[in-house]
């Protein structure tokens, strides 16, 4: 997956699950710190 791609899918969780904009946070940046991101 790439950096785009993952925002474009945080964008989605984030329009879809208004409430939950902390946790998707909290995805986005363990993927992002994680070793694994590319």
Request: proline share 3%; hydrophobic share 40%; aromatic share 0%.
């Given at each position: 997956m790439?950096?785009?791609?993952?925002?474009?899918?945080?964008?989605?969780?984030?329009?879809?699950?208004?409430?939950?904009?902390?946790?998707?946070?909290?995805?986005?940046?363990?993927?992002?710190t994680?070793?694994?991101?590319?």
């Open positions: 790439t950096k785009d791609e993952l925002l474009q899918t945080l964008d989605k969780l984030l329009a879809e699950n208004v409430n939950d904009e902390g946790l998707a946070l909290d995805v986005a940046i363990e993927v992002i994680s070793p694994k991101s590319r």
